[in-house]
């Protein structure tokens, strides 16, 4: 969507490595910023998401920072497995749209074995 | 509790019919919303619909419309079907605004 732009649209790592996916948005009353999964052929699915009063938050080997001054947040998973291959879309709400959610365009994320 | 659930799963129209597309909610969620899903362009925010009424609708021109009912199904009408309809499009439903969307698996339109 043109108020999330999300960065890289591919991203190929070797297992074991880190990935880390950027979105920025434009919309600063913006105040809920979900991850979605979506594997092959499959319905897109959450999961994590943070608000605008936390910095960060982690759950296992996936972790998203939220930079409110700077408008940006960033998905990071650590120790990547072929598993983890799919595409990813950040999304924020967006006050435009009455706080619906407004998502970025994807990355496919690769993970070589 | 069931999942979201879209119907029908694919769908081959030409141009210029015009089509219905289907998503039952999970039961208890009285917001649905319905995107449609391209290569390249992500998640295209199409509208929501709260309690029969439609709250937000998104940057999509006047033959996509919607409706839903009392029991929170939700149905997706697009007329004067182009080409450029071939989509995949997905429904969600939610419990409450700004809250965890769930997504059914989808309808697959391919406009011919």
């Known amino acids: 969507g043109e108020n999330v732009e999300q960065h890289p649209s591919t991203l190929s790592v070797q297992e074991g490595d880190s990935a880390v996916i950027k979105c920025t948005y434009s919309d600063s009353a913006s105040n809920y910023f979900p991850w979605y999964k979506q594997e092959l052929g499959k319905r897109p699915q959450l999961i994590i998401d943070?608000?605008?009063?936390?910095g960060e938050k982690k759950d296992q080997r996936i972790a998203v920072t939220l930079n409110k001054t700077a408008k940006h947040f960033s998905l990071h998973i650590t120790e990547t497995q072929p598993e983890d291959s799919a595409v990813y879309f950040c999304?924020?709400?967006?006050?435009?749209?009455?706080?619906?959610?407004?998502f970025g365009a994807g990355t496919i994320l690769r993970v070589k074995s | 509790k069931a999942g979201v659930t879209q119907t029908p799963r694919y769908l081959i129209k030409t141009r210029g019919q015009q089509v219905t597309l289907s998503c039952s909610p999970i039961s208890g969620h009285r917001s649905v919303s319905w995107y449609q899903q391209t290569p390249g362009q992500g998640l295209q925010f199409l509208f929501e619909?709260?309690?029969?009424?439609?709250?937000n609708k998104g940057n999509f021109p006047g033959r996509f419309s919607g409706r839903q009912f009392s029991n929170s199904r939700s149905e997706m009408n697009v007329s004067t079907l182009e080409l450029g309809d071939s989509a995949l499009y997905l429904c969600?439903?939610?419990?409450?605004?700004?809250?965890?969307?769930?997504f059914g698996s989808g309808t697959q339109l391919s406009v011919l």
């Open positions: 943070i608000r605008s009063n936390v």
């Open positions: 619909y709260f309690s029969e009424t439609q709250r």
């Open positions: 969600a439903s939610s419990l409450y605004d700004n809250e965890k969307l769930f």
């Open positions: 999304a924020a709400s967006i006050m435009e749209y009455g706080n619906k959610l407004v």
